[in-house]
């Protein structure tokens, strides 16, 4: 018996997260996400993820001492980028950046956990510069380089933005890479646990992960749902155009998930209070108040609730965050959640074969030769 996507199979086990359904939590290492969003800082969940535990100040200053020292691409990774045709999809220029990445870093086919770790801080360092100095180098401008003396989070948002963030925007963007950060086995994260039960390396599991969130079914939700919040220009703008989109059976993207289905996501319930307190000190209630109609459409006509992208990509516009970098940001956050499951597989390995339930002809026979 097939089971077409894989749905409700158990494909690996992990004590990294999981979600759960009926108490509408997302549980991380033991902690609900959401009550970790609230309490700790992005690099506080990489420690979490990465370790186990959540770091003490100490531990966390340490990581944060170890992330800048990785800080800056190699100048041919940046050269890189200025080769690329500048129609190219920001997810591209991505894959091809991390990928490139890799045959810089000494340590690539050592799988050790401790290997496994170094290597993830690096990516952790660079892939924000790869997302924000890529994003510039196909739209012919300057390249913006880290700040040593900003903050992870801060750093990150300055370097796609070129303006130094405030607390709120640091705090805000910061909830945002953490929602963002892990949510157990979607489509990227199996793909690199595919790809990392072959004893490939970090490198090419997580390149694989980009691929796979490229796809419109995976990544790319936020984007889309940034594009028709700006279509719309009101509020009946925006219902109108939902209206439409239904009764032409298009799909509405930031609405329905497959695992929470008609279940509440937590994460868009967090970004969703953010954009409250964002769009009040960026003069933008109109902008929230249009979501919130959205969302009422949705839960009329269809019975479907936000997820994280609904409301995260309103979030991320009013932080200045270009359209075309919304899926590479989610990208990377997601990075540590990704390079703990390499961790994992490799740590506990099977290689994934699965088998198929075959429905095309048999016993056909060739024509004899002449």
């Known amino acids: 018996m097939s089971v077409p996507g894989l749905e409700n199979v158990i494909a690996s086990e992990t004590a990294i ?3 759960d359904v009926e108490k509408e939590e997302i549980v991380l290492r033991g902690y609900d996400l959401i009550v970790l969003a609230n309490n700790v800082t992005y690099l506080d ?4 993820l990465l370790d186990g535990e959540l770091p003490t100040p100490e531990e966390r200053h340490s990581l944060e001492v170890k992330i800048k020292s990785e800080c800056g691409l190699p100048r041919n990774i940046q050269a890189i980028f200025q080769l690329l045709p500048k129609q190219a999809n920001m997810m591209d220029v991505l894959r091809t950046g991390v990928s490139a990445l890799a045959s810089y870093d000494e340590e690539l086919d050592d799988r050790s956990k401790d290997a496994n770790k170094r290597k993830a801080i690096r990516l952790l360092a660079k892939v924000p510069q790869i997302v924000a100095n890529g994003f510039q180098a196909i739209n012919n401008q300057p390249l913006i380089e880290p700040r040593k003396e900003l903050s992870y989070t801060a750093n990150f948002l300055y370097m796609i933005t070129g303006n130094v963030p405030s607390r709120m925007e640091e705090e805000v963007f910061d909830q945002s890479l953490i929602a963002y950060s892990e949510h157990e086995l ?10 990392a039960s072959t004893q490939s390396d970090l490198y090419g599991a997580l390149t694989g992960a980009i691929a796979s969130l490229k796809g419109t079914l995976h990544g790319g939700a936020n984007e889309a749902v940034m594009h028709m919040l700006l279509e719309a220009q009101t509020e009946d703008d925006l219902e ?6 239904l009764s032409q059976k298009e799909r509405i993207m930031g609405f329905g998930h497959r695992v929470y289905m008609r279940k509440a996501d937590p994460r868009a319930l967090l970004m969703k209070e953010a954009l409250v307190n964002l769009a009040a000190v960026k003069n933008a209630k109109e902008l929230y108040d249009r979501c919130v109609i959205g969302e009422q459409v949705m839960k009329r006509e269809k019975n479907l ?3 994280l992208d609904y409301y995260a990509a309103p979030v991320f516009h009013l932080l200045g965050i270009p359209i075309d970098l919304f899926t590479p940001v989610f990208l990377a956050a997601r990075t540590i959640g990704i390079s703990a499951h390499v961790m994992e597989q490799h740590g506990n390995n099977r290689l994934f074969r699965p088998r198929v339930l075959y429905n095309g002809p048999r016993n056909l026979h060739p024509p004899t030769k002449q």
């Open 17 to 19: 997260s999981y979600l």
């Open 305 to 307: 609730y936000p997820n």
């Open 240 to 245: 109108r155009l939902m209206q439409k989109k």
């Open 45 to 48: 969940i990489a420690g979490l």
């Open 186 to 195: 979607p489509n990227s994260t199996f793909a690199a646990r595919v790809i």
